[in-house]
């Protein structure tokens, strides 16, 4: 397993490499690739070019990464919840579902992209699952956080912890989670948080845990490929 710090030394998603990767794949195989820190344009092209390219019989895949400082736009994104002051941060316009949330270092990102049609499960299930997966590592920390309804993402109290943004294409999907762990919330401030005024946001290290990022990415990783019901084909470490 990885070991590291807060903020991962930058790294980069070589040019093709994710549409490299394909494999024969039985139903519960998954590929875990740990990116390091790396920009938010070069995962998208890559995660749009992965599932463009993918054929039925190719291995899921779990990116676990993080970003530098960046806003992202969903699909139903209004400008009512754009940043109020000049950050100096880049926003960028998304294919994902969803309004606005701040990606920076610091905080776990995972990009799930997955056959649905192979799993036999829609997106509500997907999202379901993801959002269990982030309340079970809590569970392991002694701490109870929940989903909403009608805002998909995980809560502690009322405050939001995890963030989720998916595009499905072809049956697949990409995009997927954030896990605020120890990171800067202020640009969080500046804008309202998957377009809800006043939301509060938290992260793990405010709840008290000490774990350092990696050990927290493998436990969520591990959640994940429970309730996903994927086991990895390899561990890809870059």
């Not at 092209?45 to 993080?66: H, I, S, V, Y």
């Not at 569970?139 to 929940?146: D, L, M, P, T, V």
């Not at 939001?160 to 896990?179: D, E």
Request: glycine share 10%; hydrophobic share 40%; with cysteine.
């Amino acid at each position: 397993m990885s070991t590291g710090t807060t903020e991962p030394a930058p790294s980069s998603v070589p040019p093709g490499e994710a549409a490299r990767a394909h494999t024969a794949a039985t139903s519960s195989q998954v590929f875990i690739r740990r990116l390091g820190q790396v920009a938010y344009p070069t995962t998208w092209d890559e995660m749009k070019r992965f599932t463009a390219e993918r054929n039925p019989g190719d291995a899921d895949q779990l990116w676990m990464l993080q970003h530098p400082p960046v806003y992202t736009l969903g699909l139903a994104a209004r400008k009512a919840h754009l940043p109020r002051t000049d950050t100096h941060i880049p926003v960028i316009k998304t294919d994902r579902g969803g309004q606005i949330t701040y990606h920076g270092p610091g905080q776990i990102v995972v990009y799930t992209l997955v056959d649905l049609r192979r799993m036999g499960i829609g997106v509500r299930e997907l999202v379901r699952r993801l959002e269990q997966s982030v309340i079970d590592l809590l569970k392991f920390y002694g701490i109870e956080a929940h989903g909403r309804e009608k805002a998909p993402g995980v809560y502690v109290g009322d405050a939001k912890i995890a963030a989720l943004g998916l595009r499905i294409r072809n049956g697949c999907s990409y995009h997927g989670m954030s896990v605020n762990v120890d990171m800067d919330l202020g640009p969080f401030a500046d804008i309202d948080p998957c377009g809800y005024p006043g939301l509060r946001v938290s992260q793990l290290r405010d709840l008290g845990i000490r774990d350092d990022i990696a050990t927290i990415g493998d436990k969520l990783l591990a959640a994940l490929q429970s309730n996903l019901r994927l086991v990895s084909a390899r561990m890809e470490i870059q």
